[in-house]
Every structure is written in structure tokens, then in C-alpha cells.
């Protein structure tokens, strides 16, 4: 057994939340889903309910309500269907349980009355088929059917027959693997199960899989325990992740202020009589964004009179102030310019996130939410807490759940800030501030393709920006990293151009950009939103409030990462239009189909020697002449002198190569793109190969040879490879949770300590897979030549449309900035 599942178990033994046995629910919380008519009305149906038992734990909110959406779209309308979850249950020794609900189910047949039959789910799974067809499988003379006798994550129960089996004593007191063994030992009480009914992982076929169980825990697409794994891709998470999406666009929520949870109702009962001295929150901040919001009519939910006191505010605004704890209903279902939220912490964590939904959803212009650290109940405080569902937030935990309420709202600006003992409060902000555009930052840096990159996105974005220069200096690898100000740079004053008003946005790529747009955050008191692009700029997501990374970078899956094929580019249709007429003459007198190679040079992975040049230049002459076109190549300031005359020598004279020259007024290089019919690239630069992608045209990619990796990099790569492993359980097959050398690998990555090396092989292959590459090597695809132009690859208008998102922009409304400014822009940025 690894350490890591060592401090797995002894967390379960020895939990903060509660004690082993005693506290906790006496019985699951129930859901009804009723039969109905077609007219949407409840009815009576004659058919018996269909009754699911779920074993789920604190952090599985996200799970638990996907769940449930899944049985609501696929359900017959015209039955009951009753979802009991099982959580927090009390009287269990659940010393050694590798997850909060592992003998729940042993405790159906006594929960569901020792009659009938019932359903068990795991929370970690979906139906994608009526459940009720699983309800109603003939079970012979079995006592419970599941895909084999030593897996029970999904089970049909007779609870008659298995309650003389699992006993509630048996259930509470015994191991998970003693009480199925106890089952094995009665024979025929187990029966075979479709394996439809449990596809776990991979095993899933689309079209036919009935259920789908996301078995793998640090690959589960919501990410319920971060503390816990490094979560990875999921090879099926889509199926989830879309789910998700589908619940959200439909406003389905399992609790509602109209429908709460047992654990609010009993927060809201207790709360009064625990005699807590809480004082009224200053009024300060409300005020302020009534003014800053022009704010006519203000919500305040004031948790057990932790809120501004009604007459500190002005009363020239229409107030309504909400107590939970005193009031039996609901606030109005009218919608308030401001609602401001106070004391919401003293709930349950499980609670928190349907009740920031169900707030948010009646602000039209903010949303501000106030945590104090000495409300939080006893167990952020590192002591155990009376309730099971109380457990440590941090304020990234509040920020996630608040961003995440608010962001169905287009037009909604959020605020959250958390009031510590001492010390100034953690403030952050996001979405959308006024009616007008955003402002934005771009950093420079001192490599002018991050810089493109940047600009890329923010060109793409449609706002205006400015480019802020931050000059760099080796000294400043040291400060940056060393000194509280990043700016206090003993060389000169690099602060010059980073002044108030700060910006709503700043856009970096690159890690020497990262303490500095820090900074600028924490001056801005939370109210700049950060974008970081690039692998090593990017490596640690939660750094920032969205980062920009390529696939083949392997850095660890993240709510906040946006995955790109390929790294953001400026080129777009517009500027090779403007491209063409600017250079009308490049190829005019070349045959068709005119190629156009593009060249670079060295780098640390690869080389281009003088012989490398010549079989290059020799293939691209073959490749030409077999297909009756032309050949022009285009190098870079990397392929230097040897290699660029090698490919001259090799291509004869009847070729021509435009070459690069650091005097050079103009660069036509776009001219270059828009008038190829084909395009060869060497596959040393990404930034080329994301450029060429850009274009649509046929591109045939040119692999340059390796070098062999420094110690580093071999290191690296190791550690990488070790990360993702996933062995198997021996028993069952499945993949075993993340643990041991994986999980600290996994972790060295995730923090950043680490750098996975770029599989540019992994590059290449997914161009290949999109259509819009091919191997060079084999002759010239006519046909595909002939095709024309694709859409090409346009990756910063994906990362744009979520920056937007972060923003509270969905689409780009209106702009103040035009082409001219955008080519100014770009210029000032080259």
C-alpha cells in the first residue's frame, strides 16, 4: 500500500467532519421525480415507483445533480421515480473506507422497508437509459444481480431475500469486501447483470452502454477531491462534461430556496438558538455599489443578522432585507439590481452551491457575496465541526463556486470577498463591470512570438487594448521571483507603463510576464481578470482566472485551462486578404501548383544540418517537378547560412528562396501564405505550423531531426510518463486510484516544479487527425488541391469566445476599436 492511499484511509478513520460512528443523517435525503401527465400536471401512476439508492459524500454536489438530470431526461414521465442519496449517514465505523458512502449500500434492504426491490448507484455514474427497464429485469431467484460477484457499484437488490444477508449490524460494523463475501457464500444469491448497465470508463460504446460509470477516480470529469488526485483526462468525460452543459441551458437544479435540502432546513433551525454574537457587517460596501451600479433596488440576505443593520443604508433605494433563519418563506421572486449576500458560510458546503445559484439568478446587474472568517464554523478552524457537511473552504473554493453561479447570467457582475480575523480582505471580481467594453492589457515579452500570441487572442477578443511594455533584464529572473514587487527592479524603474486605472483584463504569455500580471492584480484589489498563454506561463492554472495552453504541452487537465490544438496565431482570413493585394506579384509567374516551403532552423529539440538541407531541398525539387509546379522557399532567422545554401544547391536553379534579413524594411511572409496553393513546413516551430494550419491550404509537415535530450529533459520525460500511468486493479481490471510515485509525479507537474517535454509527435498527429496536414514524403494529393481552401485552424477565436465568457461578454456587442487601430496595435507589438 502506498503513503498516499495510507493518508487516503487514515483521513476516513479519523475524519475532521465527524466522529466514526454517532453523528450524522438518520435517513437519506429523498427526491422525487413525479409521474406526469402530458400536460406537465402530477399524477397517480399504477405502476410501482421506481426506487434508486445513491451513495454519494461531501464534495459530490456537482455529481449528485448530473445524476439526477440524467435519470430526468431519459425517465418514463408516466412513473414515480424516488432518488434516496445516502449521505453523511450515521452509525457506521467507517474506519478504512476509501470513500464516504463504501457500506451505504449494504443498507438498502433495511432502508427501503425489507420489502420490494431497489436500485444501487454509485454518485459517479450517468444513465443513458431509462432506469426503470433495470428496475423491472428479470432476477430469476437471485437476490442481487450486478456485472460480477465482487463488484456491486451498480446492483438490482430484492431487499426481502438480501436483508436476512446484510443486516443493518453487518452493514455498519463490517468491511465492504466481508459483507459481499458473506453474500458469495449463499449460493445463487448473486446473478449477472448486463454489463450495459456498469460500462465503466472505457468500456463505453456509444449507442448501446445503458450507464455510464466514471470509475476512475482522478479522472472524474467535476473533480470532486483536488486535495486528494491530480485529475487527468477522462477518455468518455465529454459524454459527462455535455450532460452538464444540458442541465444548466434547462435551469435544473435538485434543491431550490423553494424546495430546499434537509441540511439547510436544519442550519436554519439551529442557527438562532446557538447564540452566536455576530456583528452587523458595515454598510460601506453595499453603498458603494449601489453608486457604482446605480443600483434602484437591493436584496440583502443577511444570514443570522450577519448583514449591514437596514438603517445604516440609504433610504433612498428600495431595500429588502432577507434572515433565512427567521423567515419561513422564501424573498420575493422579483429580480433586484444588487443582491448582497452575508453570512452564507454558516451552511452546510453542500449547500452552498444551490443556494449561490438560486441568489444569483434574482440579481440583474451584481451579485456580492461576504464570507467573514470568524463565522466559519468550527472546523475551519482545524476543530471538529457538529455537522458532517462542515468542512474547509478556501477562498478559491468560494471564488469557483460563485464565478460558476453567476456565469449563466450574461450581464451580471459578481464580487467576493472574504474578511479575514486580521489582515487586509481577499476581494475578486468578474463578469461584467458596465455597458461598456472591457479594457485590456497586453504584456510584452521580451521572445516577439509570445508576444504575437497575445495579441492573437486579444485581436480575436474584439475589444480595444493597449501594449504595455515590460522590459526584461536577466536580473529580473532573480527579482521577479524573489522580491513581493516584481517591479522593483534594481536596473531601472519597469513600472513606468503600469499605472492606475488598471485594466479589466490583462493578457501575458510566457513565465517571465507571471509575476508581473500577479502584481497588477493585487493592485487592482482583485478587479483585474488574468490570461496567461503559453507552457510554461500557463503550467499552473490556478494561478490565474484562464489559461492558454496547447495539448501536446501535457500539463494537467484544469477548469480554468483552455486546451488549444495548435498555439494562437494572428493569422486570419482579413490579413492574408489584405496580404494578397499588398503583394500581388509573388508568384504570379510560377506555375501551378505553386508550393511554398517554409524553413526554419535549429532549436533545442531539433537540427538542421547542411545534410538535412540537402534531402530537403532534393524531396521539395521531386515534389515539385512530379506534380508540374513550383517550388519557393521561405527560411527564417534560425535556418542560417549553411543550411539555407545547402537547400539552394540541392533545389537547382529554377527554384527561388526568399530569404530572411534582419534589415529587411518589409517581411512578406503573409504574402507568401495567401498566394501558396501548397504549403511544406518544417516541424520545428509550432508558431509556423499554427500559422500555416491558419491559412487552410494543403500542408505537408517536414520532421526535422531530434536531439538527443539533455539529462533534464530525459528526467522530465520520465516523470511525465510516470504521472499519467494508470495500473490496473488485478481483480477487477479497472484502474486503480492514483497513488504512490503516480501521484507524486502528478503533483510535481501540477504546481509546476516540473515541465512536461512538448510531444510535438502528439503535434503533428492531431493536425493530421483535423484534415489539415499530411506527412511530407509522398507525392502531392491533386485532388486535395483542388479542393480549395478549408476553414484553416482558428484556435484564438475559441479561446476568445471563453475569455468573453470570463468577462460576461458572450458576443462582442460593440467595440471602439477598428482595423486601423488593431494594425497599430499589432505593429507597436512587433
Known sequence: MSLTSAARILARTFPASATTLGEGRE??????????????????????????????????????????????????????????????????DRRGWLTGFTNYRFLIP????????????????????????????????????????????????????????????????????????????????WGRLDGHWNARDTEYAEGRSKLIHFTTIHTQPWRPFPQQYVYQHNPVGRVWEKLERSADERGFAIFTLDEPSDSYLRACAELPSRGEAIAPESATGVADLIRQNDARTVLIVSVSGAGPSRELLNGSVEYESWDPTTSTDGPSGQRYDLVACFGLELFDDEDIPWLLNDLSKRASRCFYVVTRESLYPVARRGERSRSPGRRRSTEQWWTDRVENASAHHEKLRWIFSERPDDGAPYVIEGGRRTGAPPTVWILTNHKPGHTTQSVGLAQALGFPYEVRPVPFTWLSLITDRLLDNPLADPLGDRSSQLTPPWPDLVIATGWHTVPVARWIRRHSRGRTRLVQLGRKGGNVADHFDAVVTCKHFRLPPHPRRIETAAPLSQVTPERLADAAKRWPDLLDDKPSPRIVALVGGPT???????????????????????????????????????????????????????????????????????????????????????????????????????????????????????????????????????????????????????????????????????????????????????????????????????????????????????????????????
Open 27 to 92: 435517513a437519506p435525503q429523498t427526491i422525487v421525480l413525479p409521474a406526469i401527465d402530458a400536460a406537465g400536471g402530477e399524477v397517480a401512476s399504477t405502476k410501482p415507483p421506481v426506487r434508486i439508492f445513491v451513495g454519494s459524500e461531501a464534495g459530490q454536489y456537482r455529481a449528485e445533480r448530473v445524476f439526477v438530470w440524467s435519470i430526468e431526461r431519459v425517465r418514463d414521465r408516466s412513473r414515480r421515480y424516488e432518488i434516496h442519496l445516502m449521505k453523511d449517514l450515521a452509525g457506521f
Open 110 to 189: 433495511e432502508l427501503a422497508g425489507t420489502s420490494g426491490r431497489a436500485i444501487y448507484n454509485d454518485v459517479d455514474q450517468i444513465y443513458l437509459a431509462d432506469p426503470a427497464q433495470l428496475f423491472d429485469t428479470d432476477m430469476g431467484d437471485h437476490g442481487f444481480l450486478s456485472i460480477n460477484d465482487r463488484d456491486t457499484s451498480v446492483m438490482l437488490i430484492d431487499c426481502a431475500k438480501m436483508n436476512r444477508i446484510w443486516t443493518p449490524e453487518r452493514a455498519k460494523r463490517w468491511r465492504r469486501k466481508r459483507v459481499e463475501a458473506k453474500a458469495r457464500a449463499h449460493g445463487g444469491c
Open 604 to 830: 533545442h529539440q531539433h537540427s538542421l544540418p547542411p545534410e538535412t538541407a540537402r534531402d530537403l531541398g532534393d524531396k521539395l525539387r521531386t515534389f515539385a517537378q512530379r506534380s508540374g509546379g513550383s517550388i519557393t522557399v521561405v527560411n527564417s532567422r534560425r535556418t542560417g547560412d549553411a543550411a539555407t545554401q545547402a537547400i539552394e544547391k540541392a533545389l537547382g536553379p529554377n527554384a527561388h528562396v526568399h530569404k530572411w534579413h534582419p534589415d529587411a524594411i518589409e517581411n512578406p511572409y503573409l504574402g507568401y501564405l495567401a498566394a501558396a496553393d501548397v504549403l511544406v513546413v518544417t516541424g520545428d516551430s509550432e508558431s509556423m505550423l499554427a500559422e500555416a494550419a491558419a491559412v487552410g491550404k494543403p500542408m505537408y509537415i517536414y520532421a526535422l531531426p531530434r536531439k538527443h535530450r539533455s539529462p533534464i529533459e530525459w528526467l522530465s520525460e520520465r516523470i511525465t510518463r510516470r504521472a499519467y500511468s494508470r495500473p490496473r486493479k488485478r481483480k477487477k481490471g479497472t484502474v486503480r486510484p492514483q497513488q504512490g510515485l503516480e501521484y507524486v509525479c502528478a503533483r510535481l507537474l501540477e504546481r509546476g516544479i516540473i515541465n512536461p517535454p512538448r510531444d510535438l509527435n502528439a503535434f503533428y498527429e492531431g493536425l493530421y487527425e483535423l484534415g489539415l496536414a499530411r506527412p511530407f514524403g509522398d507525392d502531392l494529393d491533386t485532388k486535395w488541391v483542388s479542393e480549395g481552401r478549408s476553414g484553416g485552424l482558428h484556435e484564438a477565436d475559441r479561446a476568445a469566445r471563453e475569455v468573453r465568457r470570463l468577462l460576461g461578454w458572450t458576443s462582442v456587442e460593440s467595440t471602439s476599436q477598428t482595423d486601423d487601430d488593431t494594425r497599430k496595435h499589432a505593429a507597436t507589438a512587433s
